[in-house]
């Protein structure tokens, strides 16, 4: 089990393995891309639409509200 058991201050394990670890970066990985990089790229592209649909959608967006 990873997890709780591998932070203990002070102790060091060398119990994982190369899959576990891939396991963990790929985990990483999608919480990176779902919190920082899908929101940014949504981001991108709403700016990069012209400024009467950009309003149009907020205008939208705040009568749902």
């Keep these: 089990m990873t997890g709780n058991n591998a932070v203990h201050p002070g102790q060091i394990s060398f119990e994982d393995n190369a899959e ?32 009467g649909a950009r309003s149009a959608i907020e205008r939208r967006d705040k009568d749902k509200a």
């Design 20 to 51: 576990t670890v891939a396991t963990l970066f790929k985990l990483v990985n999608l919480i990176v891309d779902f919190f920082i990089s899908q929101p940014k790229h949504i981001e991108e592209a709403y700016g990069g639409l012209p400024a």
